[in-house]
């Protein structure tokens, strides 16, 4: 059985859809009526308009980095996903980048590794492997991030 996210069904979409329009006609319309009908009125509406969008966008959009599965390359950057050509070390607090990057390295050398880092409050397990291809060259490799389960996963000395 196939498990998704919850997708919105087609009447949602619509009422959302004419919810927002309606919105926006009414924001430009009584700003526009503020200012006096002029094309400053209507430029300040459509300003007023965008600066709400984006700062709605911003807000309810969750954040992509902290993935469960990263997928990263030999320079240690991601190599799919929301966060593609970024460091994989920045998508995780400071005090854990030293860890991760030596565990990501010695993955791309053929060594996967299940750690924790005595520095994270929140205890998290990761696991990183190399990808290999048919003829066994590491090309990529992957971490894996995900709350603790017991006390299988050694914390870093």
Same mark, same amino acid.
């Given at each position: 059985?196939?498990?998704?996210?919850? #997708?919105?069904? =087609?009447?949602?979409?619509?009422?959302?859809?004419?919810?927002?329009?309606?919105?926006?006609? &009414? /924001?430009?319309?009584?700003?526009?009526?503020?200012?006096?009908?002029?094309?400053?009125?209507? /430029?300040?509406?459509? #300003? /007023?308009?965008?600066?709400? &969008?984006?700062?709605? +966008?911003?807000?309810?959009?969750?954040?992509?980095?902290?993935?469960?599965?990263?997928?990263?390359? $030999?320079?240690?950057?991601?190599? #799919?996903?929301?966060?593609?050509?970024?460091?994989?070390?920045?998508?995780?607090?400071?005090? &854990? $980048?030293? *860890?991760?990057? =030596?565990?990501?390295?010695?993955?791309l050398d053929g060594h996967p590794a299940?750690?924790?880092?005595?520095? *994270?409050?929140?205890?998290?397990?990761?696991?990183?492997?190399?990808?290999?291809?048919?003829?066994?060259?590491?090309?990529?490799?992957?971490?894996?991030?995900?709350? $603790? =389960?017991? +006390?299988? #996963?050694?914390?870093?000395?």
């Amino acid at each position: 059985m196939i498990v998704r996210p919850f #997708a919105m069904s =087609q009447t949602h979409r619509v009422a959302s859809t004419v919810l927002l329009v309606a919105g926006l006609l &009414l /924001v430009i319309a009584g700003l526009t009526g503020a200012l006096g009908g002029s094309w400053l009125g209507v /430029v300040a509406s459509l #300003a /007023v308009v965008i600066g709400l &969008l984006y700062a709605g +966008a911003v807000w309810f959009v969750p954040e992509a980095p902290h993935s469960d599965a990263l997928l990263f390359d $030999r320079r240690l950057t991601l190599a #799919a996903g929301a966060a593609c050509g970024r460091p994989v070390v920045d998508l995780f607090p400071p005090p &854990l $980048r030293h *860890d991760i990057e =030596q565990y990501c390295l010695a993955a791309l050398d053929g060594h996967p590794a299940r750690f924790s880092c005595a520095a *994270d409050p929140e205890r998290r397990a990761f696991e990183v492997a190399p990808i290999r291809t048919a003829e066994g060259l590491v090309v990529y490799g992957v971490l894996l991030s995900g709350s $603790r =389960q017991g +006390a299988d #996963a050694p914390a870093l000395a």
